[in-house]
């Protein structure tokens, strides 16, 4: 597969709201993986009034940015042993739900 070269883009500039936007051609959506409702940092270029766009990579999680994970990581220490500790005994009544339906079974099978 060729590697194409960077490649310029025209957009026009519309309004939405109180705010401005230009689209981001499909070719580069389909590159970069940018699908709607992704968040991208706006800033201003270095050189000749640039606007630059970064798409924010999130932490593997769709449509959760960082600083929401490191709120979850927070609550997860805090809370973390409770939690475990209220899985295991839902873990315990598994089994015991599980055992009365082999015996449920096995004496069905004797009728």
Do not use: W
């Not at 490649?7 to 309004?15: A, F, I, K, L, P």
């Not at 936007?21 to 201003?44: N, R």
């Not at 209220?86 to 449920?104: A, H, L, M, P, T």
């Amino acid at each position: 597969m060729q590697e194409r070269k960077n490649s310029t883009y025209t957009r026009r500039v519309s309004q939405v709201g109180n705010s401005l936007s230009v689209g981001i051609p499909k070719e580069l959506a389909l590159k970069f993986d940018i699908l709607k409702g992704d968040e991208v940092i706006v800033t201003e270029g270095s050189e000749r009034g640039e606007i630059v766009l970064k798409k924010i990579n999130h932490t593997g999680q769709p449509n959760i940015r960082p600083e929401v994970i490191e709120a979850m990581k927070s609550v997860k220490n805090q809370y973390g042993k409770a939690y475990q500790r209220d899985c295991k005994g839902i873990g315990k009544r598994r089994k015991k739900d599980e055992k009365i339906k082999n015996n449920v079974l096995t004496n069905f099978r004797k009728l």
